[in-house]
Nanobody, 123 residues
């Protein structure tokens, strides 16, 4: 499984961005997907996750109500719509794939990782 994240950039506080993660795999619908983020000098943290067919989603408390995860299995792509961005959201965002169904919050559930895309929110 190869994952390619895109859509990061520089945005002002209060703005929005949509991240995309394209998967190069035959059976994308058999992987739950997640987004994680890592700020400089800090550990990689869970942001959002979605089950095989989008039937379940979960979010970190810090992003609930501001971020939305979705997927398009026909396009083999998962999205992270980010709104009301705050400087604290600045990080490298990684998409990841897990062979287990459900909205997995645990980083160890994810077997495959994309290269990351930088999101910078200015105040």
């Amino acid at each position: 499984v190869q994952l390619q994240a895109s859509g990061g950039g520089l945005v002002q506080a209060g703005g929005s961005l949509r991240l995309s993660c394209a998967a190069f795999v035959r059976t994308f619908s058999l992987y739950s997907m997640g987004w994680f983020r890592q700020a400089p000098g800090k550990e990689r943290l869970f942001v959002a996750a979605i089950g095989w067919h989008g039937e379940s989603t979960d979010y970190a408390e810090a992003v609930k109500g501001r971020f939305t995860i979705s997927r398009d299995n026909a396009k083999k792509t998962v999205y992270l719509q980010m709104g009301s961005l705050e400087p604290e959201d600045t990080a490298v965002y990684y998409c990841a794939a897990s062979p287990w169904n459900g909205s997995n919050k645990d980083i160890i559930a994810y077997k495959y990782w994309g290269q990351g895309t930088q999101v910078t929110v200015s105040s």
